[in-house]
């Protein structure tokens, strides 16, 4: 059965930083996309940043400059390191691991930042990111 798990979100002043970690579990996928996405209340998931299993990043572009994505030296690990956070960056965030039937080298990073190419069962339950003051 494949998990995935995200943890460390929290509340943080506009200008702080936080990062997300994601822990994907029960699954032996030798070409798959990784991402992290987030949602409001009300619209839709968007893609904030991906990689692929051939290391290769999509960022989105409200989020460059300030928002990293990595892997783990287990590469069933993914972060997000998140600087710089405004107020707008407040969301329910979630990470995704999914097969791709295809080597990822084939395919433009962007593939793996549309929440759509992902299934059903591909997500974790999120983790709730807060920007206030």
């Known amino acids: 059965e494949v998990q995935v798990k995200e943890s460390g979100g929290g509340s943080v002043q506009p200008g702080g930083s936080l990062r997300l970690s994601c822990e994907g579990s029960?699954?032996?996928?030798?070409?798959?996309?990784m991402g992290w996405f987030r949602q409001v209340s009300g619209k839709e998931r968007e893609g904030v940043a991906s990689i692929t299993s051939d290391g290769r990043i999509a960022t989105a572009d409200s989020v460059k400059g300030r928002f990293t994505i990595s892997t783990g030296s287990a590469k069933n690990t993914l972060y997000l390191q998140m600087n710089r956070l405004k107020p707008k960056d407040t969301a329910m965030y979630y990470c995704a691991v999914g097969p791709l039937g295809v080597e990822s080298a084939t395919l433009s990073p962007l593939y793996c930042l549309r929440p759509g190419n992902y299934g059903e069962d591909d997500w974790g339950k999120g983790t709730l990111v807060t920007v206030s003051s």
């Open positions: 029960g699954y032996t996928y030798s070409s798959y996309c």
